[in-house]
């Protein structure tokens, strides 16, 4: 890190005093700390200081330690220690801090820097003539993904041109900053990308498919996929049909492989099982479907279980499930009978709905709270 040290004498004032909205808020803030610690209160008072005056002079570093029962040198080793402070005067009405990190030294910072040279001062830290500008490069500012980026102020201008910068810098000579918009200075919300998002735009519908076509498809891609014998791989180099057998004898495979089609559809196999499972809600003549009940006078507040929301429930209403004591008490395979005609996947399980359901039908929100250890939803 460079020395950092005051300004010289002849540009520092011979006192310092809060205005009175800095004052009675800099009280405010030391009293947010306890008795003993106040000294905690020296950063955001030296930041006051600086945005009241533009910089940090001896008398303000002088005050604060007064206020905060410091002694100076420990209000100066944390002014000249963090180059947040300016430690000199700087201009009166915008000082640019460039970034000169490597992304934004990448996207063109440089030029920007070339612009302060140009428009401002050569040198950074120095002010133009009416004092009213002046520069310098920083370290990473935190918009990296939006460089080539300045801060003026608390405020940051991203996305920037050289010549963007330079109708910035215009703006604030001629006292108008107030009228230019932080953040991105293209076509750009914030960080996301540059002309509008890229993914997820829409949302595709899956392709219905019938259980008898899901099934076929399947049992063809199996045989498609089934390895020719070696003896069989060997006869079908030969097209003779005095040397070749094969070509001798009819070909029987479309109708083992219709006979297979038939089965499958009789039978499913392990494969094709779970195609012909999920493509539709389980039946609700089904002996697994858990008992309904008439909708009683005042139905328990299903939503208060996690993972059933107002359409869950009106859902589980049609089925006749109004309380927590019937989805306490279902056993495994209505739980999955439930899963399935939700199309949940195993929701049910992952979420407990019985454990829940077994302590809000006990007591309510205080066993709940008891079992869980926080509030239901």
């Known amino acids: 890190m460079s020395v950092r040290r005051l300004a010289e004498d002849q540009f520092q004032p011979a006192a310092f005093a809060f205005n009175d909205e800095n004052a009675a808020w800099a009280e405010k803030t030391i009293q947010k700390y306890p008795a003993g ?9 030296l930041m ?32 000249t220690f963090y180059t947040q402070f300016q430690l000199n005067p700087v201009g009166t009405r915008a000082h640019v801090q460039v970034c000169g990190t490597t992304p934004c030294m990448l996207r063109g910072s440089e030029s920007l820097m070339a612009v302060c040279k140009s428009k401002i001062h050569h040198h950074p830290f120095e002010r133009n003539a009416s004092g009213t500008l002046s520069w310098e490069e920083v370290e990473c500012l935190g918009a990296c993904v939006n460089a080539p980026m300045v801060m003026i102020g608390k405020d940051t201008y991203e996305d920037l041109t050289p010549e963007r910068l330079e109708e910035i ?18 076509n750009r919300h914030f960080s996301s990308p540059e002309g ?3 993914t997820l735009l829409t949302e595709e519908k899956p392709k219905k498919v019938s259980t008898k076509k ?26 003779d049909a005095e040397t070749n057998a094969a070509l001798k004898t009819p070909v029987t495979a479309p109708k083992a492989a219709a006979k297979n089609v038939k089965a499958v559809e009789d039978q499913p196999a392990p494969a094709t099982a ?20 008439e909708k009683p006078a005042a139905p328990d507040d299903l939503k208060m279980i996690s993972g059933v929301g107002p359409k869950i429930e009106a859902t589980l209403h049609e089925i006749g499930i109004f309380t927590f004591t019937q989805i306490a008490g279902w056993k495994k395979a209505e739980r999955e009978w439930v899963d399935g005609y939700l199309n949940f996947k195993g929701r049910i399980e992952r979420d407990d709905w019985v454990k829940q359901a077994k302590a809000l ?3 309510g929100e205080a066993e709940y709270i008891k079992v869980f250890g926080k509030k239901p939803r």
Not at 48 to 57: K, L
């Open 361 to 363: 039908a006990k007591g």
């Open 169 to 186: 810098i215009d703006t604030f000579e001629a006292g108008n900053g107030a009228s230019v918009t932080p953040g991105p200075q293209i």
């Open 48 to 79: 006051r200081a600086q945005e009241q005056d533009g910089w940090v002079t001896r008398a303000a570093i002088e005050r604060i330690a007064d206020m905060l029962d410091m002694a100076y040198i420990r209000v100066l080793e944390v002014a």
């Open 274 to 293: 779970a195609l012909v499972q999920n493509a539709g809600k389980p039946s609700l003549g089904d002996k697994n479907r858990p008992a309904g009940i």
């Open 214 to 239: 899901a099934v076929q498809e399947a049992v063809t891609a199996t045989i498609d996929a089934a390895p020719v014998p070696p003896s069989e791989a060997a006869r079908a180099k030969s097209t």
């Open 196 to 198: 509008g998002p890229t």
């Open 37 to 45: 610690r106040q000294q905690s209160a020296v950063i955001p008072l």
